[in-house]
């Protein structure tokens, strides 16, 4: 294993690094200043660094720029005896693993350092296992429903037929319309998408088919259309189930016929576009509510996708939350942070109302927000914790019970009544027999069981009092 650098004018503290460090099966190395660990770095690398920032013979954050353009996957932990904002906002822009304010306790120093360490350990392993991947998935999920999604899409690969999604807002209704564009044989071609739900009413029409000069007030010039610009291509109809009636017939001629006039045109257009139309709404009830066209319903409705919801697919959320992490680290340059398994399975049972969408913000702002590399649920957003520490949306036992039993069932997982009535079970007798201070007449009293019944479902559950 390389050895762990500690860069120090201060012999004081070497030397208590020195200690700590022979206590552990840890290498290291000390160094009086960055001349000194520079000339060293040209004939090997260290596993990670540990650095003061203001020394008589160079900066920290110097060595940190120069170790972070040769070697990038080396974590840095930059420390100081002045514990300042811009220091502190310095050493983090420039890649730093973690930041050490002086004094410092020196177990929690030898643990960040540990950290370190695993952090460099991984980053090796990736790169020769994986190569770091230079191509970004498309869409995650090795849940069973998102699994269904990818087979969909692998088979219309050859096709252009229309397609309505059904998901929730949030959820990646785009993600999968952009994926079926570039797996179809249009891959090549325009893809434009258009949100009917975001554009007002009198807009709409023109933003659709296009306008004529002096059309209207303010149509200085002809306009194209965003029909015409997927010509060829696929246009993406987001949200269709809240377009206005009178569009909804002139959407269902064009799929009709393959033609349109533009806004105060006279001319008729022809156009070669595969639609994919998306939205969050249930189109059936609305065709009966008289608020969709029973027709255009059929017309899109050749193929259908449904995207699940979050809450639907759990198992996938600890690998899109490291995967949101390390993009929020790539975008801002920095290192990317690592959820512990607390808050990841915390992460996992959140209701996650606004989806996929709602996760990868949250992600975005523990990166900037989270003060340290490693990720609790005492640094998660106010708005994910309640008092009780239950995760938003758990409003009450039976739905969290609903979810539970949703998520052991989309797993595949077997005797699911089974094991859950004697999870109910032991959870309802415990607690009954802690209120009474283990007196069992009470508890089967309360409980609206017999005592004999009690005795024996203690012993069935291995229950200890």
């Not at 690094?17 to 004939?43: N, W």
């Not at 785009?174 to 249009?186: M, T």
Request: hydrophobic share 40%; net charge negative.
């Amino acid at each position: 294993m390389k050895p762990i650098w500690i860069i120090d004018d201060d012999k004081s503290i070497r030397w208590v690094f020195e200690k700590a460090l022979a206590r552990t099966d840890l290498e290291f190395k000390t160094f009086s200043g960055i001349s000194e660990a520079l000339t060293e770095l040209d004939r090997t690398q260290p596993q990670v660094v540990v650095s003061d920032i203001r020394m008589p013979n160079g900066s920290g954050l110097d060595f940190l720029s120069e170790i972070k353009r040769r070697y990038p996957d080396i974590p840095v932990i930059i420390m100081t005896a002045y514990s300042d904002l811009e220091s502190a906002v310095a050493a983090f822009q420039g890649g730093a693993f973690e930041y050490l304010a002086k004094p410092f306790d020196v177990d929690q120093a030898i643990d960040i350092i540990k950290r370190a360490v695993e952090e460099s350990t991984r980053q090796a392993t990736d790169n020769t296992n994986d190569n770091l991947s230079e191509v970004t998935p498309e869409i995650i999920g090795q849940a069973p429903s998102m699994q269904e999604v990818f087979r969909a899409i692998g088979r219309l690969s050859r096709s252009h037929a229309t397609v309505l999604i059904n998901g929730e807002s949030g959820s990646g209704k785009e993600l999968v319309a952009r994926a079926l564009h570039r797996h179809s044989p249009r891959a090549d071609k325009p893809f434009i998408a258009i949100n009917t739900a975001a554009i007002p009413k009198d807009l709409l029409e023109s933003e659709l088919f296009g306008h004529e000069r002096g059309a209207f007030t303010g149509a200085a010039a002809s306009r194209r259309g965003r029909f015409e610009q997927a010509d060829t291509g696929t246009l993406f109809l987001d949200e269709i189930g809240d377009m206005p009636a009178d569009l909804q017939t002139r959407l269902l001629r064009v799929l009709s016929d393959g033609q349109f006039y533009r806004v105060g045109g006279h001319q008729p257009i022809k156009v070669n576009v595969r639609i994919i139309a998306a939205t969050h709404q249930d189109l059936e009830q609305r065709v009966k509510n008289g608020l969709f066209r029973e027709d255009l319903f059929h017309r899109l409705n050749v193929i259908r996708l449904r995207l699940p919801p979050l809450r639907e697919r759990r198992e996938d959320i600890p690998l899109l939350i490291k995967h949101f992490l390390q993009h929020s680290a790539t975008e801002l340059g920095v290192e990317a942070k690592q959820p512990s398994v607390a808050a990841l399975k915390y992460l996992s049972a959140v209701n996650w109302s606004g989806n996929v969408r709602q996760l990868e913000n949250v992600c975005h702002w523990l990166t900037v927000m989270a003060p340290g590399q490693n990720i609790d649920i005492a640094d998660l957003p106010p708005e994910l914790k309640e008092d009780t520490g239950t995760p938003a949306g758990s409003a009450s036992w039976q739905e969290a019970l609903a979810l539970e039993v949703t998520d052991a069932l989309n797993r595949g997982e077997q005797n699911v009544m089974e094991t859950r009535t004697h999870i109910f079970e032991r959870i309802l007798i415990e607690k009954a027999l802690e209120h009474t201070h283990g007196r069992r007449v009470e508890a089967s009293t309360q409980l609206g069981i017999g005592r004999n019944t009690l005795t024996r479902k203690i012993q069935e559950l291995g229950i200890e009092e």
